[in-house]
């Protein structure tokens, strides 16, 4: 369901620099471009089946992954903020039931491209 292979689309391999580099909020790191962009598929197929659970059943297939939809599924993206020159963070807010969470990517761009994502979770 949804569009699980959003990050291989080509608008979002070239947001990351080949030697991309991503940090996870467990401590797991990805390299290189590919790698970053499997990752990145994973998690969003990993969201889509969680809010699919209990949302209204399975999203109709090859729909364009939709912001407003994902919020009304419970999932709020806050408007990227720039911590310094290069350095964006953006919070992602969670909500699934009783269920709270909230995490953080932050992204050090060169050249204009993301050289570097680290993922918090915030408690």
């Not at 391999?13 to 598929?41: P, S, W």
């Not at 659970?53 to 939709?66: A, I």
């Not at 806050?78 to 992602?92: A, S």
């Amino acid at each position: 369901g949804g569009n699980s292979q959003w990050a291989s689309d080509a608008r979002v391999v070239d947001c990351f620099h080949e030697d991309a580099r991503m940090m996870t909020h467990d401590g797991q790191m990805y390299y290189g471009r590919l790698g970053l962009i499997k990752r990145l598929n994973r998690g969003m197929e990993r969201l889509l089946k969680m809010l699919g659970e209990h949302g209204k059943g399975k999203l109709p297939k090859n729909q364009k992954l939709d912001l407003a939809k994902l919020q009304e599924m419970g999932l709020e993206c806050l408007e990227p903020v720039q911590t310094e020159e290069g350095t964006w963070r953006v919070v992602f807010n969670m909500k699934k039931g009783v269920l709270k969470y909230s995490f953080e990517d932050e992204f050090v761009m060169e050249e204009g491209t993301i050289r570097k994502l680290t993922r918090r979770m915030i408690k």
